[in-house]
């Protein structure tokens, strides 16, 4: 899902547990952009259960990395 995005995003796997190097790694990237992943993210996550968690999860790594998102 989040390969479509344009920019790298920290995801979800149920086999590997995420660390807090690997989402500082991630850095900050530019507002604009940001701001509309995670708009589409919020609409992909409300209208697919299947993708929720993983969305929902992407959404709080950008909001750890950016506190102003």
Do not use: W
């Not at 190097?21 to 299947?50: C, D, F, Y």
């Not at 992407?58 to 909001?63: L, N």
């Amino acid at each position: 899902m989040s390969s479509n995005f344009g920019v790298p995003l920290v995801v979800y796997s149920k086999g590997k547990t995420i660390n807090a190097k690997e989402v500082l790694a991630a850095g900050p990237r530019p507002q604009p952009i940001m701001e509309t992943v995670l708009i589409t993210l919020m609409h992909v996550g409300l209208h697919s259960e299947k993708v929720e968690l993983e969305a929902v999860f992407m959404i709080c790594v950008v909001s750890a990395v950016d506190s102003c998102q």
